[in-house]
């Protein structure tokens, strides 16, 4: 039987985990916001509407941070059509879902929700219908203390204090033709360059996310980075990543090593980031805000939207996740942690229906979907610093990636607590033995092996009938024999490894 080697030692540290790397997002597209997050008149509903059993479920998935309100939605999204009295507020066509917005949820809704949900809001702002002076706007509505028009129609409209939100997108995939004030990237640069001047002197707290590629795949991917970066590069924190990976053509051997495209991702907007940095003569590393990341079925779309007509909230892009699925949201979570120094923003889209680990019936229960579990298992654990591990593995065999590891991990050393943690995926189809040389973390025992394995349901899902169909089962921790530990992890699956120092 193969078997896999995993070395650790504390003195190799990577960096800090950023709690913002488990961010999640909220659009106005499909039932993400009504029917998921907001539905007034729901049993489990807040005086505002809020859904308080989605809300419970978001902080038991750990969220961090939410982007809202897009995502495509946005450039096409007048802000003011989502505050002051819900009965004013204009019913919109919404171009980038064919949809009509009814507008009852907008910022102040949200920035309740969010407070709820103790969560940090990341805002984006509309960089493709709209430009600089709206973008101020909006800030000054949200940020200023008060003491004119805007602050103080804020206040007005119930919120006494300042949001005091931190983290802005400045527009959202402006390099896809698909998107409403698509640009080139000459011209998003220009524009966000201007847009970021003018909204730090405003607010010179603010941390500002420019657009980089909407996929790695993108004709323009890496080109766009650097042209966009050229211009704004002194005035912006992070450049954004989106990904998402397909599982419709039934490839599930390279559909398991979708990690491996992500950390390709990573590596090369980091080297075009750097690269500009060297032309600029800028000594600050700039961060990616990998805002966009999950498993979609993204084949499915245009079914979604052709014939339908001009309608409120139709049920768009429900994914029903399986095991698999969740095995590969796993791995991705340890390819974004494994780049901690360098990935300080992250958002797994979206949080409710959409492509989400939270799925909801309109007037009926929530429930998880085997993707929350990874996710929730990760935000909870992962503490501390990111150690650099040395995995020995054998590999297999991909269409689209060649060969590739069996094994993807990456370990954790919480300093304080003198915790260990070890997030493992076996991409195969057989059980993995795997031994752990910890003898750079002596005196430590295992405490917890827990797995999520799709290998007996690989197709599995959860439902409204079975909402814990596939879920994470305890498995033992492992035999000991000095500063070496040996577990065994099953076929096809996300584990979670835990160790304490011994008493």
């Not at 650790?8 to 499909?30: K, N, P, Q, T």
């Not at 304080?416 to 070890?422: I, N, Q, R, Y």
């Not at 973390?441 to 092996?449: A, C, K």
């Not at 305890?474 to 304490?500: H, K, M, Y």
Request: aromatic content about 8%; hydrophobic content about 40%; proline content about 6%.
């Amino acid at each position: 039987m193969r078997t896999a080697r995993l070395t650790i030692d504390s003195a190799f540290a990577i960096g800090a985990v950023d709690r913002r790397l488990f961010g999640s997002f909220v659009e106005h597209l499909g039932r993400c916001v009504y029917g998921g997050i907001h539905e007034p008149g729901h049993p489990e509903a807040d005086p505002l509407g809020l859904r308080r059993d989605v809300l419970a479920l978001t902080r038991e998935l750990g969220v961090s941070m939410v982007r809202y309100p897009g995502g495509n939605f946005v450039s096409g999204y007048r802000w003011e059509d989502g505050v002051g009295p819900v009965d004013d507020r204009p019913r919109r066509l919404d171009l980038a879902w064919k949809t009509i917005e009814p507008n009852t949820f907008g910022l102040d809704e949200f920035m309740a929700w969010a407070a709820a949900a103790q969560v940090e809001p990341m805002m984006a702002v509309n960089l493709g219908t709209r430009g600089v002076q709206e973008a101020c706007d909006l800030l000054e509505y949200a940020n200023h203390p008060g003491g004119t028009r805007l602050s103080d129609l804020r206040r007005a409209h119930g919120a006494q204090q300042p949001y005091g939100i931190r983290l802005w997108c400045l527009g959202n995939e402006l390099d896809g033709p698909w998107q409403v004030g698509h640009k080139t990237a000459e011209e998003y640069g220009r524009l966000a360059a201007e847009t970021a001047r003018a909204m730090k002197l405003i607010d010179p707290s603010v941390s500002l996310v420019a657009c980089g590629s909407s996929g790695r795949g993108m004709p323009t991917f890496a080109s766009w980075e650097a042209t966009v970066l050229e211009h704004t590069y002194e005035h912006v924190d992070f450049i954004s990543a989106h990904s998402y990976y397909d599982p419709s053509d039934g490839d599930r051997a390279s559909l398991l090593a979708s990690a491996v495209d992500m950390d390709q991702f990573i590596t090369e907007v980091v080297a075009t980031a750097d690269h500009v940095a060297a032309r600029l003569r800028q000594t600050r590393k700039l961060k990616v805000s990998f805002d966009e990341w999950n498993v979609w079925y993204q084949s499915r779309v245009q079914g979604d939207l052709d014939g339908r007509g001009w309608v409120e909230a139709p049920a768009l892009l429900e994914d029903d996740y399986t095991a698999v699925d969740a095995v590969v949201v796993g791995d991705l979570l340890i390819t974004l942690l494994r780049h901690a120094d360098r990935v300080g923003v992250a958002a797994q889209a979206q949080l409710a229906n959409v492509i989400a680990p939270i799925r909801t019936r309109t007037g009926g229960p929530a429930w998880r979907q085997t993707i929350f579990h990874p996710f929730a298992l990760t935000a909870r654990y992962a503490r501390g610093t990111v150690l650099r591990t040395e995995p020995v593995s054998p590999t297999y065999p991909t269409k689209r990636y060649g060969d590739v590891p069996v094994l993807d991990t990456v370990a954790l050393h919480d300093e304080e607590s003198g915790a260990l943690t070890v997030f493992a995926v076996n991409r195969g189809t057989d059980d993995l033995p795997l031994d752990l040389d910890l003898r750079g973390l002596s005196g430590l025992r295992p405490v917890q092996h827990l797995s999520l394995a799709a290998g007996d349901d690989p197709e599995g899902v959860n439902t409204e009938a079975e909402p814990d169909r596939v879920t994470p089962r305890e498995l033992p921790t492992g035999t000991v024999d000095g500063d070496r530990c040996a577990v065994r992890l099953p076929a096809i699956s996300w584990n979670l490894l835990r160790f304490a120092p011994l008493p």
